[in-house]
């Protein structure tokens, strides 16, 4: 192996003619995309681009987009994923971060407001397939950023290898190959869904681009496009199975896997895509953008431990450790630390930040001539004494409410399975007598449903009084970053005036 550009070239010789991306009615074979993807490599080069420089791409999942990552590639620079959603405080703040030479944009997408170069589709010429800079496997390959949904987006940057081995450790315990079709309905700036389209580059496994995210537009691309693999996360199968979609009513039987990452399928929603998607393997897998894929649930135990993160993929161990660094016992909640393969470089431009999460490993033997890197993951968790590892939520998202230490996860789990909420999110804000004050985000599952003297009546004999939600937000839908994932930060913006109100009128 020696970097993705010399990957995905094979990849798309050896596949010239099959169809690598399908985006509706606008489709390329691997041979087209490889011929685009050259013609974006020789535009970087006469555009002032050279080995290491930072392009940055604002993602709208796109045929386009797909060749100006690769051709960032050919050219020896590093891709870095913004979502075309992204508000402008975070793309100032990643111009200000990773200083990119310009921006990349498909001309069905309108371009952000920035003083950087941009460049266009429409402007990139037939170009050639001229040579490439020669990039290592050690060498920085791409840049994403975190969801953002607990504070600033921090820029992740991954080496050609770790990527490479990563994907073929994800692809082969899932037994993703060419034959297969897949279908990912998330932005590619999300790392769970750039690992999608990695798929496609280094595989040759077709993938297929919807033009938006609904569960309407997911249910039309599963039955007009047939694919074999549905890669979504716990928010859309949420919106497929909870809500109204017609998902029911779909020809589901091209499908034969499902796979998620990111947060937990609640477990109501698992139950129903065990009877809706009987006839497939759902494969619940648990990762960070730092990490690219950390462990994995056997497909044959879903059933009896949905709740599970499951074991470590080849290549990687996990393991719980205390506020000292020692190991922690069966059933003891500890921090999840990460170690093996796949981990990211750090983050770009913070070196401090990239001390705090990539650390010696604890286990190394003293006098070790090299200590070892591993991930802090941030996430609290245990094994039981099987060494299944279960997630108790993040560290710096615990609450600390009545002088007691609680999970938002935890209270989110039970409100949602209630059945009464479509959606619940769980925060804290600042009290002066209960250090912090609970507070449920919910939306109502049906219209005109008193959701709150219902949740309240069932979540009084269920918790404990320093985890009983004290202030609820009724809202119509939960507020998500472009990955997905909910915005507590602005969950936390729109509880402040209300917060406020409260303790003036109590002075």
Same mark, same amino acid.
Not at 44 to 63: E, H, M
Not at 204 to 226: K, P, W
């Given at each position: 192996?020696?970097?993705?550009?010399?990957?995905?070239?094979?990849?798309?010789?050896?596949?010239?003619?099959?169809?690598?991306?399908?985006?509706?009615?606008?489709?390329?074979?691997?041979?087209?995309?490889?011929?685009?993807?050259?013609?974006?490599?020789?535009?970087?080069?006469?555009?002032?681009?050279?080995?290491?420089?930072?392009?940055?791409?604002?993602?709208?999942?796109?045929?386009?987009?797909?060749?100006?990552?690769?051709?960032?590639?050919?050219?020896?620079?590093?891709?870095?994923?913004?979502? /075309? #959603?992204?508000? !402008?405080?975070? @793309? =100032? *703040?990643?111009?200000?971060? $990773?200083?990119?030479?310009?921006? &990349? %944009?498909?001309?069905?997408?309108?371009?952000?407001?920035?003083?950087?170069?941009?460049?266009?589709?429409?402007?990139?010429?037939?170009?050639?397939?001229?040579?490439?800079?020669?990039?290592?496997?050690?060498?920085?390959?791409?840049?994403?950023?975190?969801?953002? /949904? #607990?504070?600033? !987006?921090?820029? @992740? =940057? *991954?080496?050609?290898?770790? $990527?490479?081995?990563?994907?073929? &450790? %994800?692809?082969?315990?899932?037994?993703?190959?060419?034959?297969?079709?897949?279908?990912?309905?998330?932005?590619?700036?999300?790392?769970?869904?750039?690992?999608?389209?990695?798929?496609?580059?280094?595989?040759?496994?077709?993938?297929?681009?919807?033009?938006?995210?609904?569960?309407?537009?997911?249910?039309?691309?599963?039955?007009?496009?047939?694919?074999?693999?549905?890669?979504?996360? &716990?928010?859309?199968?949420?919106?497929?199975?909870?809500?109204?979609?017609?998902?029911?009513?779909?020809?589901?039987?091209?499908?034969?896997?499902?796979?998620?990452?990111?947060?937990?399928?609640?477990?109501?929603?698992?139950?129903?895509?065990?009877?809706?998607?009987?006839?497939?393997?759902?494969?619940?897998?648990?990762?960070?953008?730092?990490?690219?894929?950390?462990?994995?649930?056997?497909?044959?135990?879903?059933?009896?431990?949905?709740?599970?993160?499951?074991?470590?993929?080849?290549?990687?161990?996990?393991?719980?450790?205390?506020?000292?660094?020692?190991?922690?016992?069966?059933?003891?909640?500890?921090?999840?630390?990460?170690?093996?393969?796949?981990?990211?470089?750090?983050?770009?431009?913070?070196?401090?930040?990239?001390?705090?999460?990539?650390?010696?490993?604890?286990?190394?033997?003293?006098?070790?001539?090299?200590?070892?890197?591993?991930?802090?993951?941030?996430?609290?968790?245990?094994?039981?004494?099987?060494?299944?590892?279960?997630?108790?939520?993040?560290?710096?998202?615990?609450?600390?409410?009545?002088?007691?230490?609680?999970?938002?996860?935890?209270?989110?789990?039970?409100?949602?399975?209630?059945?009464?909420?479509?959606?619940?999110?769980?925060?804290?804000?600042?009290?002066?007598?209960?250090?912090?004050?609970?507070?449920?985000?919910?939306?109502?599952?049906?219209?005109?449903?008193?959701?709150?003297?219902?949740?309240?009546?069932?979540?009084?004999?269920?918790?404990?009084?320093?985890?009983?939600?004290?202030?609820?937000?009724?809202?119509?839908?939960?507020?998500?970053?472009?990955?997905?994932?909910?915005?507590?930060?602005?969950?936390?913006?729109?509880?402040?005036?209300?917060?406020?109100?409260?303790?003036?009128?109590?002075?």
């Amino acid at each position: 192996m020696t970097n993705l550009w010399d990957l995905f070239v094979a990849t798309a010789r050896r596949d010239s003619a099959r169809p690598a991306i399908i985006a509706g009615d606008r489709s390329w074979t691997f041979g087209e995309w490889l011929a685009r993807a050259a013609d974006y490599a020789a535009a970087y080069r006469a555009a002032g681009v050279a080995p290491n420089d930072r392009v940055l791409l604002r993602v709208r999942n796109s045929t386009e987009i797909a060749a100006a990552l690769t051709g960032a590639w050919g050219a020896g620079a590093i891709p870095c994923l913004l979502d /075309s #959603t992204e508000p !402008p405080t975070h @793309v =100032a *703040h990643a111009v200000t971060t $990773l200083s990119p030479r310009l921006l &990349a %944009v498909d001309d069905d997408d309108a371009s952000w407001s920035t003083d950087l170069v941009t460049l266009h589709a429409r402007d990139v010429a037939d170009g050639g397939l001229a040579p490439e800079p020669r990039t290592l496997p050690t060498d920085v390959a791409l840049i994403d950023f975190t969801s953002g /949904s #607990t504070g600033r !987006p921090k820029a @992740v =940057a *991954h080496s050609h290898g770790a $990527l490479a081995r990563g994907c073929r &450790a %994800v692809a082969g315990y899932l037994g993703i190959g060419p034959a297969d079709r897949l279908l990912c309905p998330i932005s590619w700036s999300f790392s769970y869904a750039s690992m999608q389209l990695q798929f496609t580059a280094l595989l040759g496994v077709t993938h297929i681009v919807t033009e938006g995210n609904t569960a309407f537009e997911v249910c039309e691309s599963l039955a007009r496009d047939r694919p074999t693999v549905l890669a979504g996360y &716990a928010p859309l199968y949420t919106y497929l199975l909870r809500g109204v979609s017609t998902v029911r009513t779909t020809d589901l039987t091209s499908l034969r896997l499902l796979t998620n990452t990111g947060s937990a399928i609640p477990r109501r929603v698992l139950d129903d895509m065990l009877e809706v998607f009987a006839h497939c393997r759902i494969s619940l897998n648990y990762g960070l953008t730092e990490s690219y894929r950390s462990a994995a649930l056997d497909p044959a135990l879903v059933r009896t431990r949905g709740d599970s993160l499951g074991r470590p993929i080849p290549g990687v161990d996990l393991i719980v450790v205390r506020e000292d660094g020692s190991l922690a016992a069966p059933g003891e909640v500890g921090e999840i630390v990460h170690r093996g393969d796949y981990l990211c470089l750090g983050y770009w431009n913070d070196p401090e930040a990239t001390a705090r999460v990539l650390r010696p490993d604890p286990l190394m033997p003293a006098g070790s001539p090299y200590p070892g890197r591993v991930l802090f993951t941030g996430d609290l968790g245990y094994h039981d004494a099987e060494g299944f590892l279960y997630f108790k939520g993040r560290r710096d998202n615990q609450l600390q409410s009545m002088g007691v230490r609680v999970s938002p996860g935890e209270i989110e789990e039970l409100l949602f399975a209630s059945g009464l909420a479509s959606e619940v999110a769980v925060f804290g804000m600042p009290h002066e007598l209960r250090g912090h004050e609970v507070w449920a985000a919910v939306v109502a599952r049906t219209p005109g449903q008193d959701v709150k003297r219902e949740l309240e009546h069932y979540a009084r004999p269920l918790m404990s009084l320093h985890m009983l939600p004290r202030r609820w937000l009724l809202l119509p839908a939960l507020p998500r970053t472009s990955n997905g994932k909910v915005d507590y930060p602005a969950l936390k913006a729109a509880a402040a005036p209300l917060a406020s109100a409260q303790l003036t009128a109590r002075t």
